[in-house]
């Protein structure tokens, strides 16, 4: 009987792991979190939202620009940032510095602009 229970509890197990896997899975390819740094008319945000086409698990306009097109230009910054606002967002948190530099791993471009804006520390990091 003690071995029938032990059974199930590893059945269980198993079972959650597997859903855990499936919901994690279906997340990284569904949404994205997007990290909208700091300008002249905004605190910045980072938002949970359904993914853009292209876009990384954790992106931003520049790094997103930088890939597609090898810079940043306002157009291709004005073009995202319509899309985003376009997306259904799920989460809508501070500015994260921190995300915003996870954000630009391997991207090309120079990432001076995470302080170009006048934002040396994220107060909500």
């Known amino acids: 009987m003690l071995r029938r229970k032990k059974g199930v509890k590893t059945e ?9 896997i499936t919901v994690t899975l279906i997340c990284y390819r569904k949404f994205s979190v997007f990290v909208l740094p700091p300008s002249g008319s905004s605190d910045g945000a980072t938002l949970l939202i359904e993914r853009i086409e ?17 810079n940043e230009n306002l157009t291709c910054r004005s073009a995202l940032l319509s899309e985003v606002a376009e997306r259904r ?3 809508d948190f501070p500015y ?9 791993v391997g991207s090309e ?5 995470v302080h170009s804006h006048g934002h ?3 107060p909500n990091d």
Do not use: W
């Open 12 to 20: 269980m197990a198993a079972l959650a792991v597997i859903v855990a």
């Open 54 to 70: 292209k876009s990384e698990f954790i992106d931003n306009p520049e790094a997103m620009c930088d890939r597609l097109q090898r």
């Open 89 to 91: 967002t799920l989460l």
């Open 96 to 104: 994260s510095l921190t995300i915003h530099r996870l954000s630009n």
């Open 109 to 113: 471009g120079p990432k001076a602009s």
């Open 120 to 122: 040396g520390v994220a």
